[in-house]
């Protein structure tokens, strides 16, 4: 059964930091795309960083490069999402996704994670 389970969502004040983790189970990271999205009610759903994406290289959103840091340990099958210097507009539900190398499209990813909650408080 395959699937990404997403947590380290939570409620933090602005300037402060968060973790979320997204472990997978059923297949395996290796040459694969990975990601993190965000969405707020009544908004699309925003890439907001990914490995392995696009042309192959790493991603980050103009609005959270230089806080956002996205990284993979293929060995335990789970890719992270390092948030420094939060802000409240970041707050939104994150999910995690997976899909075939050089992904980029929501559409494009095949296997999603059920959210993570993040609220930045001011």
């Known amino acids: 059964d395959v699937q990404l389970q997403a947590s380290g969502g939570g409620l933090v004040q602005a300037g402060r930091s968060l973790t979320l983790s997204c472990a997978a189970s059923g297949f395996t990271f290796d040459d694969v795309a990975r990601g993190w999205f965000r969405q707020v009610p009544g908004r699309e759903r925003e890439q907001v960083s990914c490995?392995?994406?696009?042309?192959?290289?790493?991603y980050y959103a103009d609005s959270v490069k230089g806080r956002f840091t996205i990284s993979s340990d293929n060995a335990k099958n789970t890719v992270y999402l390092q948030m420094n210097s939060l802000k409240p507009e970041d707050t939104a539900l994150y999910y995690c996704?997976?899909?075939?190398?050089?992904?980029?499209?929501?559409?494009?990813?095949?296997?999603w994670g059920q959210g993570t909650l993040v609220t930045v408080s001011s």
């Open positions: 996704a997976a899909g075939p190398q050089y992904s980029w499209f929501p559409h494009e990813y095949n296997h």
């Open positions: 490995i392995g994406c696009g042309d192959g290289s790493t």
